[in-house]
């Protein structure tokens, strides 16, 4: 499970730069792997960028890039651009991935390899806005809230794999068809043996007893045609779970999802969210209203999706 995998991992020091607790690649790879997972972290980033307000030092796609590494690292970094006066210019928007703190934890470096230092940059005090989501066990690098459910995630990513193998290599379905017409000529049994064989997502077979069994015709399934397996339940399940850790409402992703009714009040769902959820969300954010000492980011009052009666 994914919380056995983090009692055995730890931040750390390594030629005076810290490792993350979990390898970052294997978050980015999460995003991926699973369709309802990456959805939602797009989605919830959109939704905050939509209910910011930004000052022209920082473009909104800076910005939108800092919250999809916030939702999906547990940590956004910002680079400070400041003139020779120490008046900041610019904000813009540093890669999670190949952000490392240094042993002074004030100090950060870019690094896109990792065993070369090829493409490195190293960062002063002050010249990086760090954000971190809080995690219990360490204070040098923060984790994402859906660390939970990464199991689920990854084995729903295995069960697609499953069926997909499961229908490529023919095992999903295939009769074996029995005749017993001793009439039968061979051009004819040919010809039925071919239009079986078209059916190219299944393994068919035909024989004719040339009635002397006395059987009539019958179709049997062969393979695993008829066997239950739990592909449905796992998928469903599964996207439960992820659903949870990120508690985003479907009616806001617009999903449909069997057994799923939608609220009759959008706004209400959408009022909710955004008072629980991104309003929170934004508040750490604003953190970096202090760490500059100017206005930067500014969280929007809210408006409804449409104008209430």
Known sequence: MSTDILSYMEVALVDGLYEPPIALDTLAKAVRANPMHGSALYVKSNMASSSAELSPLIKRREFKRFMGDFLTFGN?????????????????????????????????????????????????????????????????????????????????????????????????????????????????????????????????????????????????????????????????????DVLASHRIPLDLMSIVREGFASSSDLNKVDRVFYKNELVPLLEQVCELNEFVGLEVVKIKEYASLESEV
């Open 76 to 240: 956004g970094y910002l680079s400070i651009v400041r003139n020779r006066l120490g008046d900041v210019v610019e904000i813009k928007h540093l890669p999670a991935l190949y952000m490392r703190r240094k042993q002074n934890i004030n100090e950060y470096v870019y690094k896109p390899r990792e065993y070369s230092d090829e493409g490195r940059v190293d960062y002063r005090a002050g010249q990086v806005f760090h954000l971190g989501e809080y995690d219990v066990c360490q204070e040098i690098y923060g984790l994402p809230q859906y660390i939970g459910a990464l199991s689920s995630i990854w084995l729903n990513e295995d069960a697609t794999l499953f069926r997909r193998k499961y229908y490529l290599n023919g095992s999903h379905a295939g009769y074996l068809l029995y005749m017993n017409d001793p009439n039968l000529t061979g051009e004819q049994e040919k010809d039925i043996k071919e239009k079986l064989s078209k059916k190219i997502a299944f393994k068919n077979l035909f024989i004719n007893g040339k009635g002397k069994d006395g059987k009539p015709p019958t179709l049997t399934p062969i393979g695993q045609v008829e066997a239950k397996d739990e592909f449905k339940n796992i998928k469903s399940k599964t996207t439960e």
